[in-house]
């Protein structure tokens, strides 16, 4: 099962797009969710949707991508519900209408975020970045580094998430499933859960950054090794994404 963050290899014509139009793309998309209404997000959702079946990416993926953040998503409809009324602590129809869109918004930026990272691997993902960060070398910034530092957080993302289902099967496994327990019980495993994620995230960081040094790597040695260059399709996708942009902002 493919996790947020997470790359799997695979062909189609979104593979073979530069990253930094995929990336530009996912920008500009995501401001115009964060203002959308109804029918613009319909039509964004059947967007978004359309190009997740197009590179073969199955539901049963995009469940998985989206089973994290349930619990978030809930408590945003629970406290529009509550307090997106005139009222306070009772149910509002108005704040489920908002809370419904709110929540709307973010399972699409969720999609198109799995999307970028499903097709993307990291590498091509820091290329983007760094053919996009370019021009601020002329200020002295420090893009190389920039992009190396983005390298890690990407694939830090996955390792995590195994990491975390690891950890549940050895809790579920000593008799730690949570289906039945107390709310006493779900916070203290909660807390064991998160102490170990930080202590196993922690013994990670040492080994690579040992790594890493035995290696040779220095500040500025990162970036891109490869020119990125645009083709006809990389210029189609971003007329057709613009013109769908400027259409979503319209309605």
Same mark, same amino acid.
């Given at each position: ?117 499903? #097709? ?43 990491? #975390? ?7 579920? &496994? ?6 039945? &327990? ?70």
């Amino acid at each position: 099962m493919v996790s947020l963050g997470q790359y799997v290899a695979g062909e189609g014509l979104i593979y073979r797009l530069d990253p930094r139009i995929k990336l530009l793309s996912v920008m500009a998309l995501s401001v115009a969710i964060l203002q959308a209404g109804a029918v613009a997000l319909a039509l964004c959702t059947v967007f978004l949707f359309g190009t997740a079946f197009s590179s073969r990416l199955k539901p049963g993926d995009i469940g998985a991508s989206l089973r994290p953040f349930w619990f978030f998503l809930a408590l945003i409809l629970l406290l529009h519900v509550a307090f997106g009324g005139p009222g306070h602590g009772a149910f509002s129809l108005p704040g489920l209408r908002q809370g419904m869109l709110v929540t709307w918004r973010f399972l699409c930026l969720i999609v198109a975020a799995f999307v970028l990272t499903r #097709t993307t691997s990291p590498t091509e993902l820091v290329r983007g970045f760094a053919g996009l960060l370019r021009p601020l070398e002329r200020l002295r910034v420090p893009v190389k580094d920039l992009s190396f530092m983005l390298t890690m957080a990407f694939r830090f993302v996955p390792l995590l998430a195994s990491e #975390t289902g690891r950890i549940r099967d050895a809790q579920r &496994a000593r008799g730690g499933d949570l289906a039945g &327990a107390t709310l006493r019980g779900k916070i203290k495993a909660t807390r064991s859960l998160a102490l170990t994620m930080v202590s196993g995230a922690s013994m990670r960081v040492d080994e690579i950054a040992a790594a890493v040094a035995a290696r040779g790597y220095h500040s500025g040695a990162g970036g891109p090794r490869r020119e990125l260059h645009l083709g006809a399709a990389d210029y189609g996708v971003l007329v057709l994404v613009t013109v769908l942009i400027s259409f979503l902002l319209v309605l």
